[in-house]
C-alpha cells in the first residue's frame, strides 16, 4: 500500500491533535507529503515536528475551518507548495455543547458548532474537489461520528451536525464519483482523545469519566485505530468504497 501513497499529498484538518494527528502522522508513514492544518498553531506545529522526527515531509498552514477565505489560503498554499492534492480528511470539529438540554443551547453556541462541524467540511469540499476534479483522481475523507445515526441524551447540537455530515457525504459521493474522486467518512465512537475527555465530562458531569461500557469491545478506541481506516479508504484497496460511512467504534452502534 505504501508505493500508493508515496509522494503523493495528503491534507488533514484538525491534525493537531487526537484523530486528526494520528491520521497525519499515518499518511506520513505511507510516504506522502503531509499538509498539517489546525486553529492552535502550537499543536499544529507539534504535529509537523513529529512527522519529521520519524523522517517524513510536513508543512503547517492554520486555518480556522469555518471561514472560508481561511480554507481558500489553505488549499492555495497546498497546491502553492505541492502543486497538488491527492487525499483530504476533513476532520476539524468541537463538541458543542454536551449535557446541555437543546432549551438551554444558546443561538451562539448553535451557529459556531454548526460552523465548524458542517459548514466547515462543506467549505474544505468546496475548494478541494474542483483540485482533484483537475486530476482527475482523489479521495476525500470526512470525520463523521457514530452520533451520525444515533444519539444520546443531552448531545442534540453535536448529533445534528454530525448527521448533516453523513448526509453531506453521500450527497458529495453521488457528485464527485465521475470524476474520479471518491468521498468517503469515518464515524468514531468513544476514542481516547482529548475531544473525548471533553465530551464525556460535559455528558455525564464527571471528570475522567469513563465511557468504554459504550462500545460492544469494552474499551475505548485508538486514535491510530481510526487513522488505518482514514487510510485504508483512501487507498486503492478501498477502490469500490463511495459514500460508505465506515464506522470505528468498537460495536457501539449495534449495542
Known amino acids: 500500500m505504501t508505493e500508493w501513497f508515496k509522494d503523493k499529498v495528503a491534507l488533514v484538518t484538525g491534525a493537531g491533535s487526537g484523530i486528526g494527528r494520528a491520521s497525519a502522522l499515518a499518511f506520513a508513514r505511507k510516504k506522502a507529503r503531509v499538509v498539517v492544518s489546525n486553529i492552535s498553531v502550537d499543536h499544529g506545529e507539534e504535529t509537523v515536528a513529529l512527522i519529521r522526527q520519524e523522517g517524513g515531509e510536513a508543512i503547517f498552514f492554520?486555518?480556522?475551518?469555518?471561514?472560508?477565505a481561511e480554507v481558500e489560503a489553505l488549499i492555495n498554499n497546498t497546491i502553492k507548495t505541492y502543486g497538488r492534492l491527492d487525499f483530504a480528511l476533513n476532520n476539524a470539529g468541537i463538541e458543542g455543547a454536551p449535557g446541555v438540554p437543546i432549551t438551554k443551547?444558546?443561538?451562539k453556541t448553535w451557529d459556531r458548532v454548526m460552523a465548524v462541524n458542517l459548514k466547515g467540511i462543506w467549505l474544505s469540499m468546496k475548494y478541494e474537489i474542483p483540485i482533484m476534479a483537475k486530476q482527475k483522481c482523489g479521495a476525500i475523507v470526512n470525520t463523521a461520528s457514530t452520533m451520525s445515526f444515533i444519539v444520546a441524551a443531552s448531545a442534540a447540537l453535536y448529533a445534528a451536525s454530525k448527521h448533516g455530515v453523513a448526509g453531506l457525504t453521500k450527497a458529495a459521493a453521488l457528485e464527485c464519483i465521475k470524476d474520479g474522486i471518491r468521498v468517503n467518512a469515518v464515524a468514531p465512537g468513544p476514542i481516547n482523545t482529548p475531544f473525548?475527555?471533553?465530551?464525556s465530562v460535559g455528558i455525564t458531569g464527571l471528570q475522567n469519566a469513563d465511557r468504554s461500557g459504550l462500545s460492544a469491545?469494552?474499551?475505548?478506541?485508538?486514535?491510530?485505530?481510526?487513522?488505518?481506516?482514514v487510510?485504508?479508504?483512501?487507498?486503492?484497496?478501498?477502490?469500490?468504497c463511495v459514500g460508505t460511512i465506515l464506522t470505528v467504534d468498537g460495536g457501539q452502534s449495534i449495542i
Open 62 to 68: 492554520k486555518a480556522d475551518v469555518s471561514n472560508e
Open 231 to 240: 487510510v485504508w479508504l483512501c487507498s486503492e484497496e478501498a477502490s469500490y
Open 217 to 229: 469491545i469494552g474499551r475505548n478506541g485508538q486514535p491510530s485505530e481510526v487513522a488505518s481506516a
Open 196 to 199: 473525548e475527555s471533553r465530551f
Open 105 to 107: 443551547i444558546t443561538e
